[in-house]
Nanobody
Framework: QVQLVESGGGLVQAGGSLRLSCAAS????????MAWFRQPPRKEREFVAR???????YAVDSVKGRFTISRDNAKNTVYLQMNSVKPEDTAVYYC?????????????????WGQGTQVTVSS
C-alpha cells in the first residue's frame, strides 16, 4: 500500500511559478511510475506528466517547456515544477502512482492517488 500526500498548491499570478510536491510512503517508491494529473473546473481529469522508475519523463504538449516532473528517491518525493503558468492551468492537481516501469498516460492505470491540491492562476 502506498500513501501519497501532495503539497505546494495555491494562488499564483499568470506568468509565475509554483512547485508541487508529492510525498510517498513505502520502501518501494523507486520502483513506481509516478504521475501528475489535473482536473480543471467542470472538466474531466487529464494527464499532465509522468516519470518512470528509470527517470524517463513525458509531459503533455500543453505544458511542455513550462512544467518539469522530477523525483528524489532518497526522499520518496516527486515534484512538479510549474513555470510560466497560465489561467488555463487552474485545476486540482493529483499525484498518482503505479508499480513497475510502464509509463501509462491513463488515469485508470494508476493504483494510488493523493487527495489533490488546488492550483489557481489569476490573469
Amino acid at each position: 500500500q502506498v500513501q501519497l500526500v501532495e503539497s505546494g498548491g495555491g494562488l499564483v499570478q499568470a506568468g509565475g511559478s509554483l512547485r508541487l510536491s508529492c510525498a510517498a510512503s513505502g520502501r518501494t517508491f523507486s520502483t513506481y511510475t509516478m504521475a501528475w494529473f489535473r482536473q480543471p473546473p467542470r472538466k474531466e481529469r487529464e494527464f499532465v506528466a509522468r516519470i518512470k522508475s528509470s527517470g524517463i519523463t513525458y509531459a503533455v504538449d500543453s505544458v511542455k517547456g513550462r512544467f518539469t516532473i522530477s523525483r528524489d528517491n532518497a526522499k520518496n518525493t516527486v515534484y512538479l515544477q510549474m513555470n510560466s503558468v497560465k489561467p488555463e492551468d487552474t485545476a486540482v492537481y493529483y499525484c498518482a502512482a503505479r508499480p513497475g516501469g510502464y509509463g501509462s498516460l491513463r488515469y485508470q492505470d494508476y493504483d494510488y492517488w493523493g487527495q489533490g491540491t488546488q492550483v489557481t492562476v489569476s490573469s
